[in-house]
């Protein structure tokens, strides 16, 4: 069930950092990931930042499996599911949602960057890569692609 997020904000930065630390380590250097989700977790940011965002909650019963942001310009900022939670659909179902609600908000498109673990999902959803992307995070070069949705 996908609910709007509501304070929830430790666990949703706790399956941030188990996203990275654990599934995208698969492409991703050491290096990469502590830049990316660096530990310990600072909680207040993480609180501050989804006051901001209001995310998307995907609920498994009582337990949050991921999550996803939609800003107002139609940017998908983040989206991630727990590892343990992995190829279940959460992901596909938690950007079906989010497709739903651009079309009753009329959006013309959605864009995201997507990393190397979200670029099939996001393919298999008919975005298409606009261009390959390095970016610096904390210092440390990382690859991504823009990818785009349109309406």
Known sequence: MIQDYNGQYAAVADIFCQAIHRT???HYTPEQINAWA????DYQ???V???????????DGENICGF???ESDGHID??????????MGIGSALLRHVLQ?????ELPKLFVEASHVAKGLYLKHGFDVIRSNNVLVRGV???NWVMEWLS
């Open 68 to 70: 996803i942001e939609l």
């Open 78 to 87: 983040c989206h991630y599911v727990h590892p343990d939670y992995n190829r």
């Open 24 to 26: 995208a380590s698969e």
């Open 45 to 47: 940011r993480w609180r």
């Open 38 to 41: 660096p530990l310990p977790v």
């Open 101 to 105: 609600i651009a079309a009753g908000r």
């Open 49 to 59: 930042r989804l006051e901001q965002k209001r995310p998307f909650l995907y609920f």
């Open 141 to 143: 070069s990382m690859q």
